[in-house]
């Protein structure tokens, strides 16, 4: 069965320190990849996604992630978090073909001391 | 305008009784889905549906039973109430690219 790996289950930085937060997928077909965030209290946001393309995509906030098809991997970064990036980050893979099914990493909660 | 809501956001209630949450998006989407988010965070599928016709059932307990009157509306009916079931349940859509829009969350939180 297809599963979502996040390794970093809780992460704590200081402001202006760089993130990278990892993803491993295991299905290797076709995929598209997402990042959503959630916030203290709210619901999930979309961050950015890859559908295909150029592997490096940019997203929201200064977020960026790097697809690296050969070691099925779809890792988070920004190079100076914010007090404001404090939240639950993860990462999910839908198949390629006519499934709808996204399935989702457990979750990496990012604290960010100021 | 919200693009996905659900109804009621909190819902506190005594084990053994009967719920339902409510949810409607304006997206025009096809496909709606229930997802579970329990105390740990762990976002689990619970239901799919496309089109008024359920495509995803990820082996939850027939306690649960999803109601989707048309494209637009995906209701969760619980009956018999669980302590386990204790948890927040998001409603979502996507027109299928699986870019999931989200809604608040409902959270339940059985006694």
């Known amino acids: 069965a297809q599963s979502v790996s996040q390794h970093n289950h809780h992460v704590i930085l200081s402001e202006a320190a760089s993130l990278e937060l990892g993803c491993n997928y295991s299905?290797?077909?076709?995929?598209?990849l997402f990042w959503y965030v959630q916030y203290p209290g709210q619901h999930l946001q979309l961050l950015l996604k890859?559908?295909?393309?150029?592997?490096l995509v940019k997203g929201i906030k200064g977020f960026e992630a790097e697809f690296i098809k050969s070691k099925f991997s779809f890792n988070l970064r920004k190079p100076s978090v914010q007090w404001s990036d404090t939240a639950e980050y993860f990462c999910?893979?839908?198949?390629?073909?006519?499934?709808?099914?996204?399935?989702f990493g457990t979750g990496t909660l990012l604290a960010v001391q100021p | 305008d919200t693009a996905v809501s659900q109804t009621p956001k909190y819902l506190v209630t005594q084990m053994g009784n009967d719920k339902s949450i409510k949810c409607e998006q304006n997206?025009?989407?096809?496909?709606m889905y229930w997802y579970k988010q329990d105390s740990k965070k762990f976002l689990k599928i619970m239901f799919s549906?496309?089109?008024?016709?359920?495509?995803i059932n990820e082996t939850v307990p027939n306690r649960f039973s999803p109601k989707s009157p048309d494209k637009a509306h995906l209701n969760l009916h619980i009956n018999s109430l669980e302590l386990g079931d204790s948890a927040v349940y998001f409603c979502?859509?996507?027109?299928?690219?699986?870019?999931?829009?989200f809604g608040e969350g409902s959270r339940l939180t059985v006694l």
């Open positions: 979502a859509s996507t027109q299928g690219n699986g870019e999931l829009f």
């Open positions: 299905y290797g077909g076709t995929v598209n």
């Open positions: 890859y559908f295909s393309g150029d592997p």
């Open positions: 999910a893979v839908k198949q390629g073909g006519a499934t709808n099914k996204l399935i």
């Open positions: 997206l025009g989407h096809d496909t």
């Open positions: 549906y496309n089109n008024k016709e359920l495509i």
